[in-house]
Nanobody, 124 residues
Framework: QLQLVESGGGWVQPGGSLRLSCAAAGVSWDDYGIGWFRQAPGKEREGVSCISSGGGSTNYANSVKGRFTISRDNAKNTVYLQMNSLKFEDTGVYYC?????????????????WGQGTQVTVSS
């Protein structure tokens, strides 16, 4: 069973940066498109970004375009989310998920395995 583990969350001031990592072990990592999602208190989980299995296709939510960058290193079984120019509204629990295909997809239903989440807090 595919198990994902996120890391890299924390507290940061507005305008700061964080890099999240999503790792898995014991799987053919390059068989999966990967997505990042976030959930703020009292709000629904929303898609942030996705990347195809080979890394050639990426997509971003409008709210993070130009600030966040998704990448992957399949040799290390890791996907990264570099978050720059963080804003208060970026606060939430960030989850990575593995799609049921190799595509970059955004629909929640397209993902079959989820990590436990990592908290990101943007506050002054």
């Amino acid at each position: 069973q595919l198990q994902l583990v996120e890391s890299g969350g924390g507290w940061v001031q507005p305008g700061g940066s964080l890099r999240l990592s999503c790792a898995a072990a014991g799987v053919s990592w390059d068989d999966y498109g990967i997505g990042w999602f976030r959930q703020a208190p009292g709000k629904e989980r929303e898609g942030v970004s996705c990347i195809s299995s080979g890394g050639g296709s990426t997509n971003y939510a409008n709210s993070v375009k130009g600030r966040f960058t998704i990448s992957r290193d399949n040799a290390k079984n890791t996907v990264y989310l570099q978050m720059n120019s963080l804003k208060f509204e970026d606060t939430g629990v960030y989850y990575c998920a593995a799609a049921r295909s190799r595509l970059c997809v955004s629909s929640l239903g397209a993902f079959g395995a989820w990590g436990q989440g990592t908290q990101v807090t943007v506050s002054s």
